[in-house]
């Protein structure tokens, strides 16, 4: 499949808890909504085997759909002449997360104390690059690892 079409439906499942993106794909008109379902569904399972987390607690964090190779092949024509057929792939990452990476997160932000709690915090997409734009606080070092362990940034 092109990577158009797969994005078309990465975007309306990312950010999403699991038990949700499966019932938005078992109910999208797409064709590329199958593959994806496996992908998915196959990635919880070996969280739930691997990892040992429950299906439960997981969202979906980072969805990402790039280019493949192009499968080319020629087709008979008419009068001896060829037509070359080309087959676009995409490659689909999909990152699964558990929701208490969050909740620990959260904890953490209260328990600062009112000195260290962040005044602004923001993240700006410039092109292909974002950058998190902070304002004062103590620990700036340590809110940009975790915003980047969990994909933010």
Known sequence: MSVDKARRVIDQIRGRSYA???????LMPYRACYPIFKLIYSA?????KNKKLNKASLIISKAE???????K????RARGRSYLLK??????TIVLRDINHFDEY???LESLSPQKVIT???IRSRGRRRELLCGRFREKHQIKTFLYTIGLI
Not at 65 to 71: D, M, Q
């Open 20 to 26: 949700e993106t499966l019932m938005i794909l078992e």
């Open 87 to 92: 087959k676009p792939t995409c490659h689909i």
């Open 44 to 48: 919880a399972a070996n969280a739930r």
């Open 120 to 122: 602004s915090l923001a």
């Open 65 to 71: 759909v790039n280019k493949g190779i192009t499968l």
């Open 106 to 108: 959260d904890k953490y």
């Open 73 to 76: 092949k020629l087709k008979p």
